[in-house]
């Protein structure tokens, strides 16, 4: 057994999320923590709501609250939809917890005891109107690089280098597009380049990332600056220093606090089951590590964050903090940018489709097959609705939905109970062993997150049941003295039924579910997440968290049927769609813009 911690992106509370963000952070870290599960490892997956920084205000001042107010409302909104997604968190919390505070206060102050935060004067990006500090990335321009228009205040994403807001030609600010102003003023910076050398061992180790994460990775060694990690802004997690740690006007900067959330997370988890060190075997030198994110989010992930922790624990000089050495993440499972009918994502262009109004109505597996199996990620990826209900009406309904329902429905009909096989015959024989073969192939391609290489194979076994079922063609078996073939056969379709099943489950688990209860299962096989209204650890204000009990039946492995069992009545998996559900949904899209 392995200690695997997964590490989900934080999605930001400044309202709903669309499909676009699950399908990067979502939906594939679900996948990679199911079957890691079922393959009997120890699986602590954490995540929550990245809740501070300017671009929180912006939106409570259009929204007319506070900052909080706006944190409170958009957590719940997102913590209920990853909820309906079925993502099974260990724990799904926030940024705006007193114990997140906690940790990310003493990550800041081991660093800084070690030498690696440093204070000095920098021209900060004010926004001329509010008089607020702008995130870096919130301030954009033309790249003094490469010259494209369109670079971040942190990043250009043309020529992938580190940039400052000063540096920008022609600045101007994403709320209002002004020109921002530039003051001097204190903040505190990470010594990155003391951590380049460090850096690059690491990564040289790193063989078995996607090549685009690694090589971009290494190529951002070479430009290795100090960056600012304190903002001029009064929402965010006070600098905890003396002279510092009561001062309004100035806040640790959001991508430090957010990164720190990893950390953090399972810290509240351990605090929250009972044993306060429960979290230290997931960040020992013995487990294993999978962060999962977007393209956009890379830099933060596998080099910025790994330096946190080097430096937090001491290395490449020093000495580890209170929480002592801890492990460098184990792979960047990145994936590209999800477009829409050609489209950039953009909820203020009303480019858009919320996860919420997906579940609502098509359901939360429709979706998941969808982003598994047409998903970017290794490549950007368009969705379109008529690619969506396609794959629903072909793969799902008309495949694995048919193979269940046919097949289920011909033992509930004629036997009531998974009936004892006969002699086995050739075609018998191979049906099951290929079934049974694809568990190590298609389990090899889950634990290197190549999920939709495993998905298709798991597909391809569905299919091949399929096909063995015509070929043997159970209900033209109606004589007495064929009554022990058909019984037969119709015990092989059960068990490739059932290994489908086991399967499918990391991709589709609130379905798989449906079919162990149809194949006679009293127990829960694949758990899904709760929604949990709990209190601060620390006395702050209560929120809701999601946690689950994911210890269950579930296996990765072909399972001998339980012969005698009753079988139910089957209910469809999948609901087809009518083809005029595409006009519908793109009507929505143009209604919607503005």
């Not at 994110?293 to 001491?314: E, R, T």
């Not at 492990?327 to 994502?345: C, I, N, R, Y």
């Not at 939905?401 to 009909?413: A, C």
Request: aromatic letters at 10%.
């Amino acid at each position: 057994m392995s200690r695997i911690l997964t590490a989900v992106a934080w999605p930001y509370a400044n309202g709903p999320r669309h499909i676009g963000h699950v399908a990067g952070f979502g939906v594939p870290s679900d996948v990679f923590s199911r079957y890691q599960r079922m393959a009997g490892n120890e699986v602590l997956m954490v995540s929550g709501t990245d809740e501070h920084g300017t671009p929180i205000q912006v939106q409570a001042d259009r929204e007319g609250v506070s900052a909080r107010e706006l944190a409170d409302r958009y957590n719940r909104v997102i913590a209920e939809d990853l909820q309906g997604l079925g993502l099974s968190y260990d724990l799904f919390t926030r940024t705006t917890t007193r114990n997140h505070y906690s940790v990310v206060q003493t990550i800041f102050k081991s660093l800084y005891d070690n030498g690696y935060v440093t204070e000095r004067s920098q021209l900060s990006a004010i926004d001329p109107v509010t008089g607020r500090g702008l995130p870096d990335r919130y301030v954009e321009g033309t790249c003094p690089i490469c010259s494209y228009d369109g670079a971040r205040g942190d990043q250009c994403d043309n020529c992938g280098n580190q940039l400052d807001p000063k540096d920008l030609i022609n600045p101007r600010s994403k709320i209002d597009g002004k020109t921002p102003a530039f003051v001097e003023s204190a903040q505190f910076f990470l010594e990155l380049p003391a951590f380049a050398e460090a850096l690059g061992g690491w990564l040289q180790t790193r063989t078995d990332w996607r090549p685009n994460v690694l090589k971009f990775s290494q190529n951002l060694l070479d430009d290795l600056r100090p960056r600012a990690i304190t903002r001029d802004l009064d929402w965010g997690v006070p600098i905890p220093l003396p002279g510092w740690s009561d001062r309004e006007d100035k806040r640790i900067y959001v991508w430090f606090d957010a990164v720190i959330g990893y950390l953090s997370a399972s810290v509240e988890w351990a605090r929250r089951t009972g044993d306060p060190d429960a979290w230290r075997p997931f960040w020992g030198p013995d487990a294993t590590s999978a962060y999962f994110m977007g393209k956009d989010n890379v830099v933060f992930h596998s080099v910025i964050w790994p330096a946190l922790l080097l430096g937090a624990s001491g290395k490449p000089a020093g000495k580890p903090g209170p929480l002592g050495e801890l492990a460098l993440p184990g792979e960047v499972v990145s994936s590209e940018f999800l477009t829409m009918e050609g489209k950039k994502f953009s909820s203020s262009r009303s480019v858009v489709i919320y996860v919420r109004d997906v579940l609502e109505r098509y359901g939360a597996d429709a979706l998941r097959y969808y982003l598994a199996a047409a998903g970017p990620e290794s490549s950007d990826t368009d969705f379109t609705w008529s690619q969506f209900v396609t794959r629903n009406n072909t793969e799902l309904v008309a495949g694995w939905g048919n193979l269940v329902n046919r097949t289920v429905s011909m033992v509930e009909k004629n036997i009531g109970a998974i009936p004892p096989a006969g002699e086995l015959l050739g075609p018998d024989h191979a049906a099951l062993e290929g079934s049974r073969a694809a568990f190590g192939p298609i389990g090899a391609l889950l634990a290197r997150s190549q999920q939709k290489a495993a998905l298709a194979e798991a597909m391809k076994v569905v299919a091949e049941a399929n096909r063995y079922l015509s070929e043997q063609a159970p209900w033209k078996l109606k004589g007495d003295d064929e009554v022990a073939r058909r019984d037969t056969v119709l015990h092989v379709a059960l068990q490739l039924v059932d290994d489908a099943k086991t399967l499918l489950t990391p991709f589709l688990p609130g379905s798989s579910e449906q079919v162990h209860r149809m194949l006679g299962g009293t127990e829960v096989w694949s758990g899904q997440p709760e929604l949990q209204e709990v209190d601060d650890l620390d006395g702050g204000p209560g929120y809701p968290v999601l946690m689950g009990d994911y210890d269950t039946e579930a296996v990765w492995e072909s399972r001998p049927l339980r012969v005698g069992h009753q079988v139910a009545k089957p209910v469809p998996l999948f609901v087809k769609l009518d083809p005029s559900v595409v006009d519908e949904e793109l009507a929505r899209l143009e209604d919607a813009a503005p």
